[in-house]
């Protein structure tokens, strides 16, 4: 439980703070928003740290400029709240939305976990894989079939540390990663088409097996 506080607090704080002109339940953002945000949206606002909120009526006002880059935003507008409140959380506390994903034990994610942290049609991927500490590391991804894919590593400071174009051989991808700074890290993946990661490991070493 102890872990969703930390979730649940700035998450209700923020929707708490433009209740006045928006009528909904208050909940946190679900994890789907999250990875629309910090892989559609990221684009241009990543590491957006004015360090203070839009007010309440940039919300109406960014609605269209919201859906214009998130056509499946158009008829849901909690989600377009979502966004709202994530980016707005982004400028605040320039840190990444929290989200609500254990991190699995061996670093290997699979299944439903793993799809959690996509987006449903385009298959965009954005996952937190916990704290590194300075070393050698190499992410390995099993692919559903062959594709090309672009990939970004990125700190918690918004540093990137890996942006390369890659493609799969023998539906497997293997990225080396060198990492000098400690803490926590964000895996990022955009496809050419879309197409699902069956699972994701990081393993120490740069040359070691899976
Ligand atoms: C191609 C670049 C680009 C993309 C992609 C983009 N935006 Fe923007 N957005 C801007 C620019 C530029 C502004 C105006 C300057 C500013 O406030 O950052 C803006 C403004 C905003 C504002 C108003 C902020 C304020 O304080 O008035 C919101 C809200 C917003 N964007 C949300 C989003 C969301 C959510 C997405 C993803 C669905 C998104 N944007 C995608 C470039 C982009």
């Not at 209700?12 to 953002?29: G, K, N």
């Not at 007010?55 to 214009?68: G, M, P």
Request: with cysteine; charged share 25%.
């Amino acid at each position: 439980m102890k872990q969703h506080f930390g979730v649940w607090i700035p998450g209700l704080i923020l929707l708490l703070s433009f209740s006045a002109t928006v009528h909904s339940e208050e909940r946190t953002p679900f994890t789907e928003s999250v990875v629309i945000f910090n892989t559609v949206c990221a684009k241009c606002h990543e590491a957006e740290c004015s360090g203070r909120l839009s007010f309440d009526d940039a919300y109406e006002t960014s609605r269209s400029h919201i859906i214009r880059h998130y056509g499946e935003a158009s008829d849901k507008k909690w989600l377009q709240q979502e966004l709202f409140v994530i980016l707005n959380y982004m400028k605040e506390r320039c840190a990444y939305y929290p989200m609500d994903a254990p991190l699995p034990a061996r670093r290997v994610w699979s299944g439903e976990i793993l799809q959690r942290m996509s987006t449903l049609l385009e298959r965009n991927y954005f996952i937190p894989l916990g704290p590194f500490v300075p070393g050698q590391y190499r992410i390995n991804l099993e692919m559903e079939r062959d594709a090309r894919v672009t990939v970004h590593l990125v700190s918690e400071r918004f540093d990137m540390v890996v942006e390369d174009c890659m493609e799969s051989s023998d539906k497997a991808i293997h990225i080396p990663v060198t990492i000098m700074e400690p803490g926590g890290y964000y895996f990022r993946m955009y496809p050419r088409e879309p197409v699902r990661i069956e699972r994701l490991s990081v393993v120490e070493g740069g040359m070691t097996g899976d």
